[in-house]
């Protein structure tokens, strides 16, 4: 980027969409990528907060592994065509088949910075959401079609680098689960074996559906 290029990109203001055009080009570009992640689901109706935090291992092509490490260990690993929910502590898996077909399958494409967000959302500005740093780009983006249990989301993006640093969901009932993703990696050269999940001797495997 020439110095004119940049003096232009901090004095013209861009809008949302070419905002999320310039996210989808970063994610595509990125590689595998790896990061510390910290979740806060905040239930509306009984006004309760839960926190957890752990790790997060992606690959371009959607597979992920979610590693929660506090205040309890349990993990979701997708493999590219089923998805694994391992609570050890329970001792029991649930697995869900055929979950690459799946509206939930977009949302952790989506949430990792994968999949065509673009085609997936309708975006706009999000004025009001007073969330992330002053400097920070925040946009407002609605499912095309349905999506699961997901209503609404913004994206929080840090300007300089167009990584999404936050990202908050929003579910039918208005309860909302904030994403924090911090020490970002990118061309993080992860093992494809880190993406394989074998079910542990003596845990219980249930089954479910994955729409």
């Known amino acids: 980027m020439t110095v004119l290029a940049a003096v232009l990109l901090t004095v013209t203001p861009i809008g949302p969409d070419q905002i999320l055009s310039r996210v989808q080009s970063t994610y595509k570009n990125a590689g595998d990528v790896e990061a510390d992640f910290a979740q806060v689901y905040q239930d509306k109706l009984l006004a309760k907060t839960r926190t957890e935090q752990g790790h997060?291992?992606?690959?371009?092509?959607?597979?992920?592994?979610?590693?929660?490490?506090?205040?309890?260990?349990?993990?979701?690993?997708?493999?590219?065509?089923?998805?694994?929910?391992?609570?050890?502590?329970?001792?029991?898996?649930?697995?869900?088949?055929?979950?690459?077909?799946?509206?939930?399958?977009?949302?952790?494409?989506?949430?990792?910075?994968?999949?065509?967000?673009?085609?997936?959302?309708?975006?706009?500005?999000?004025?009001?959401?007073?969330?992330?740093?002053?400097?920070?780009?925040?946009?407002?983006?609605?499912?095309?079609?349905?999506?699961?249990?997901?209503?609404?989301?913004?994206?929080?993006?840090?300007?300089?680098?167009?990584?999404?640093?936050?990202?908050?969901?929003?579910?039918?009932?208005?309860?909302?689960?904030?994403?924090?993703?911090s020490n970002i990696t990118f061309q993080a050269q992860i093992s494809d074996s880190k993406f394989v999940f074998k079910t542990p001797e003596g845990v219980q495997e249930l089954r479910a559906r994955s729409n």
């Open 56 to 181: 997060l291992w992606t690959k371009p092509d959607g597979r992920v592994v979610w590693q929660y490490n506090k205040p309890e260990h349990k993990e979701f690993i997708f493999d590219g065509r089923s998805a694994f929910f391992y609570e050890p502590e329970l001792a029991q898996v649930t697995v869900f088949d055929a979950f690459a077909e799946s509206p939930l399958a977009n949302i952790v494409r989506f949430l990792t910075g994968n999949g065509e967000i673009q085609k997936l959302f309708s975006v706009g500005p999000c004025v009001e959401c007073e969330v992330g740093l002053p400097d920070h780009l925040v946009l407002a983006l609605a499912p095309k079609e349905p999506l699961g249990n997901l209503e609404r989301a913004w994206l929080v993006v840090e300007p300089k680098t167009f990584r999404v640093v936050k990202t908050f969901v929003f579910d039918a009932l208005q309860n909302r689960t904030e994403y924090r993703f």
